[in-house]
């Protein structure tokens, strides 16, 4: 999306992980349950809670990459997902701030994972980025280019030192 805000203005909205209760869509039923309050940088741990179908979804985020106020990337240690890496990026344009969200993941479960990310888990989660960049729209008082988020299964699970790659997970 592109806002109509300074880049630092739109960057501090999103670094602030309190601020996804804002703009995530109500039937998600989402919270912050960090048991200390989450300072934003580099290896900075964040629980989550939200329902998904009726079903009650504990995760635990790291940020593995923090650049402000270009990008940060955030990746699950728990979550339903195999794999999850989120990028988050932020480029000064004319007229304002291009956010673009890149999502990588991988549903357990082989064939029937595949499958389900075909049936619905894209679709889902195009719903879900699609929300909160309405909602953000709607915050920053119109004006914003609404984009489509990038949301993509990947077959192999990427495999980089520092990140929260399976490997990195399991210390």
Known sequence: MIV????????????????LAIITPPWLHFLVT??????????????YRFTWLGIPMNWRTRITSYAPPA??????????????????????VPGGTLVRDQ??????????GRLAHW??????????FTYRQQ????????????????????ESLPSVPGTASPEYRSR
């Open 103 to 112: 999502v990588d993941y991988k549903l357990p479960l082989g064939p029937f």
């Open 119 to 128: 049936i619905s888990v894209r679709a889902n989660l195009v719903t879900i």
């Open 4 to 19: 109509p805000k300074p880049i630092e203005d739109v960057f501090e909205m999103f670094e602030n992980p309190y601020n």
């Open 135 to 154: 909602t953000l729209d709607t915050y920053w008082g119109g004006g914003s280019q609404i984009t489509w988020p990038t949301v993509r299964s990947v």
């Open 34 to 47: 960090s048991k200390e309050k989450v300072q934003m940088r580099l290896g900075a741990e964040i629980d």
């Open 71 to 92: 990008q940060f990337v955030d990746e699950a240690l728990r979550s339903p997902y195999v794999f999850w890496r989120h990028l988050h990026t932020f480029e000064s």
